[in-house]
């Protein structure tokens, strides 16, 4: 095997998997690979990794796929040229809140697994439920208000679990499901996080979920020096899943709860048998998208400039969102993080470039036509006379508001200061909805936008910290895995593993512009009265 050790880190994510495989020896990242759900698995017809839905708060995907493209990974990295048995360790991120559904046979079969025959051709007939629930899917409204009001007496759900009851989380999700298939709900014995999900079939056996991805539940206690489920949310769904007919209690299915990177298992022999992994690869427990990206980052603060923005860190002192702007969860062991979480993010830069550039939606959009948009922006020094908008082109979550692009005084049609405007209203909007993070020193900023030279240096200068960016940075969330698999290996701490394994990308450190400070300071104030206005109106 020679020196080659490496760890594999993975994030199953909403449209794709990203793999990586990081040497731990020379501190590098030595395979990187992405393969996307539609155009691996047609047959599913998925797009963007989810089933069409008549519904559009209905957001599913099939479990199935997901089944199928773990074994697909292992295929993958044989085919590009890699040696599984150099793979000391694994860990596996996933989309946050997706969950899966098995009967009781699923144990057994995941421990007992025949090399002759493919994962999906086994596990299929122990799947309860067909299509499952992403974290796009808003459509349990009525079990979210039953949830929080059953609570209200006992403290209320946000001091119960660190976030309010939302739609996309398990809890209210298990409801719907339940009401709506109590069968199901009687045929199933376990009740997985995605990412344990996918961790339990690595491993061979059921595996408990971490807190990074548990709290992500409204199910969780908030005590995360003691991993455990809440006692108050799991009476208040047992009672309503009473009223409506369904004898056992949630905790007899959704299995256990620990810390973060706990190991939690050594490889399946299916894979070793299968594809030659290696028989002393430990497995690690699965967590999310988001802690795993703060790790692969650094674990200081990220701001993610992705289809949506996400501006997290980790949180000091547990204090949840009285409003509901940011969620909590489970970090390293011992830690949370908070996670803030603005849906209209760069796909009002795809919407911007379509519209002014070409100046036509139906156009393709090419490198060129980008770079052009990119430079648009202009001067990055400031004017206390910025125009701001308010943009809004999908509902948003934060702050909760109906879609509709807000200009301040201008004309839809004047092309710099609408893309102007965008850049600096969306720095502004994502500092004053940071009061979750703690004091910000250095900030590591990835996402496809990180890669807009005048938005980065907004993102600085709204936050009056360095920045940068890291290398293979659309890769953070399956090198944070990886980190993780390494810290492990090395017996090191994390801070020691930030260092060996985060690796900056030094061309892009920058620093905030000190003639912008004051003049931020001016605009953060115009833009919370923009918005506070436009909130009001809207009632
Ligand atoms: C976080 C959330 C998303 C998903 C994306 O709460 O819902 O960031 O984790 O994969």
């Avoid at 289809?307 to 409003?323: A, E, F, L, R």
């Avoid at 082109?393 to 109906?402: A, D, G, R, Y």
């Avoid at 209203?425 to 250095?442: D, G």
Wanted: aromatic content about 8%; proline content about 4%.
């Amino acid at each position: 095997m020679g020196n080659n050790v490496y760890t594999l880190g993975a994030d199953f994510s909403t449209q794709s998997v990203k793999i990586v495989l990081l040497d731990i020896h020379k501190n590098e990242v030595v395979y990187t690979s992405k393969f996307d759900y539609d155009r691996i698995f047609p047959e599913y017809k998925t797009t963007g990794g989810s089933l069409e839905s008549d519904i559009p708060e209905i957001r599913h995907t099939s479990p199935y796929m997901l089944i199928e493209v773990l074994e697909y990974m292992f295929e993958k990295i044989k085919k590009d040229g890699f040696d599984p048995s150099h793979i000391l360790a694994y860990k596996a991120g996933g989309m946050q809140h997706c969950t899966i559904y098995a009967d009781k046979s699923f144990e057994e079969k995941i421990k007992n697994l025949d090399t002759e025959w493919d994962i999906i051709n086994q596990v299929r007939p122990c799947i309860t439920r067909k299509t499952v629930p992403i974290w796009e899917d808003r459509s349990p409204v009525e079990q979210a208000k039953i949830l929080t009001e059953k609570l209200e007496s006992q403290g209320g759900i946000i001091n119960l679990t660190g976030n309010k009851a939302e739609l996309r989380f398990p809890a209210p999700q298990i409801m719907k499901w339940a009401k709506e298939s109590p069968e199901e709900y009687n045929n199933t014995a376990h009740i997985f996080l995605f990412s344990a999900f996918l961790t339990s079939i690595l491993a061979g056996k059921i595996t408990p979920v971490d807190t990074g991805d548990g709290w992500g539940t409204n199910l969780n206690s908030l005590d995360i020096k003691s991993p455990g489920w809440n006692k108050e949310v799991l009476s208040a769904v047992n009672s309503y899943l009473k009223d409506i007919g369904l004898e056992t209690p949630l905790q007899e299915k959704i299995g256990g709860i620990t810390h973060y990177d706990d190991v939690v298992g050594k490889i399946n022999p299916y894979f070793i048998k299968r594809y030659g992994a290696n028989a002393d690869a430990i497995i690690l427990a699965g967590t999310g998208d988001n802690p795993a990206t703060l790790l692969g980052c650094g674990g200081n603060i990220v701001v993610s400039l992705g289809s949506s923005y996400t501006v997290n860190g980790v949180m000091k002192k547990i204090i949840p969102s009285k409003k509901g702007e940011y969620n909590i969860f489970g970090y390293t062991k011992g830690k949370a993080m908070a996670l803030c979480c603005i849906t209209n993010g760069a796909k009002l830069h795809d919407y911007f470039l379509k519209k002014y550039i070409p100046s036509s939606m139906d156009k393709d959009i090419s490198i060129s036509h980008w770079r052009e948009y990119t430079k648009i922006p202009g001067n990055s020094i400031l004017k206390k006379d910025e125009k701001l908008m308010l943009p809004y082109l999908f509902n948003e979550s934060v702050p909760v508001c109906k879609s509709g692009i807000v200009r301040e005084d201008f004309d839809e049609n004047d092309v710099r200061t609408n893309i102007r405007a965008l850049h600096v209203s969306q720095c502004l909007s994502i500092r004053s909805h940071s009061s979750h993070l703690n004091r910000v020193k250095n900030i590591c900023i990835v996402g496809g936008q990180s890669k807009n030279p005048f938005l980065r240096q907004m993102v600085t200068d709204v936050f009056k910290a360095k920045s940068y960016s890291i290398k293979n940075a659309d890769f953070a969330a399956p090198i944070g895995c990886a980190i993780s698999g390494a810290r492990h290996l090395m017996n090191i701490s994390y801070k020691k593993a930030g260092k060996l394994y985060m690796l900056k990308d030094k061309s892009t450190v920058l620093k905030p512009i000190r003639k912008n400070v004051s003049t931020i300071k001016h605009l953060l104030k115009r833009y919370a009265d923009l918005e506070n206005k436009h909130i009001q109106q809207q009632g």
